[in-house]
């Protein structure tokens, strides 16, 4: 016989007025024990919510970082363009800079100055 069986042949011999006072303590028991499960379902839920703002946060910084890569990348490249295109105004010295000896630009292979 199991638990409930055996409760329920104690109270179905008391009177009424102590089988409501066992029902009342039964039912408080189970309220208590579904409060302290909300709790920590609460708990539970409050952490998770916790860790969701903490990693959208470093998802923020994380995004935050790459744009200043991003801009940092495209300064320099832009930077190196503007090299570029002032060394295509000047091949002599582009080539001056680099320690070749250009023959003459645009003839003849490049020599080793």
């Known amino acids: 016989m199991g638990i409930a069986e055996q409760i329920?042949?104690?109270?179905?011999?008391m009177p009424e007025q102590q089988a409501q006072q066992v029902l009342d303590f039964v039912e408080?028991?189970?309220a208590r024990h579904e409060k302290r499960q909300l709790e920590a379902?609460?708990?539970t839920v409050i952490?998770?919510?916790e860790l969701d703002e903490q990693a959208e946060q470093r998802l923020n910084r994380l995004a935050e970082l790459t744009k200043i890569e991003a801009r940092e990348l495209i300064r320099?490249?832009?930077g190196d363009f503007i090299e570029?295109?002032?060394?295509i105004e000047n091949?002599?010295?582009l080539c001056h800079n680099?320690?070749?000896t250009l023959r003459r630009w645009g003839t003849g292979p490049l020599e080793i100055g």
Not at 84 to 87: E, R, T
Request: cysteine-free; overall charge positive.
């Open 8 to 13: 329920y042949e104690i109270v179905k011999t």
């Open 98 to 100: 680099n320690n070749y």
């Open 47 to 49: 952490h998770t919510i």
């Open 41 to 43: 379902l609460k708990g």
């Open 84 to 87: 570029m295109q002032k060394d």
């Open 76 to 78: 320099i490249a832009i």
């Open 28 to 30: 408080f028991l189970k």
């Open 91 to 93: 091949p002599t010295e």
